[in-house]
């Protein structure tokens, strides 16, 4: 599970640093001012959750069975959360109206949520 989660975070964090680099640079160009911090706020909170996708995956006080469940919860998250708001902030320059989709947000936050949450309840749950 441990390798898993770290090369998962790994590339994900390797794809953050490139949409941010894309945000930051070739973003400006197609879409407006609100648009690019609408798209830097994604690319923060996916960054992270990596960070914390690393540190489940090199704790050693969480179950397998915990550090799934908190894996899956962040990932749904990064993909509902940061990637609308990916496809909200591009909304100017894409065919599909991502608009539609905008009540996907809220749920990745909510999933976010769930995952610190499993982490702080197996941390009060830790004997002595």
Known sequence: MNKTIISTAASLGLLTVILGA???????????YDAV????TGVRYQMYHV???LY??????LTDAQKKSIFIAT???????????YGL???????FDFK????VTPIGGI?????????????ISLKK
């Not at 911090?37 to 830097?40: A, K």
């Not at 489940?56 to 006080?61: A, L, S």
């Open 111 to 123: 999933f976010f949520i769930i995952a610190w949450g499993l982490l702080l309840k197996a941390t």
């Open 75 to 85: 990932l749904i998250g990064i993909l509902l959360f940061s990637g609308s708001i």
């Open 22 to 32: 894309f945000g930051a640079h070739g973003l400006k160009n197609l879409v407006d």
């Open 56 to 61: 489940i995956g090199i704790v050693n006080f």
């Open 51 to 53: 960070f914390f996708l």
């Open 37 to 40: 911090t609408t798209f830097e």
């Open 100 to 103: 539609t989709i905008g009540f």
């Open 89 to 95: 902030a591009t909304n100017a320059v894409t065919s």
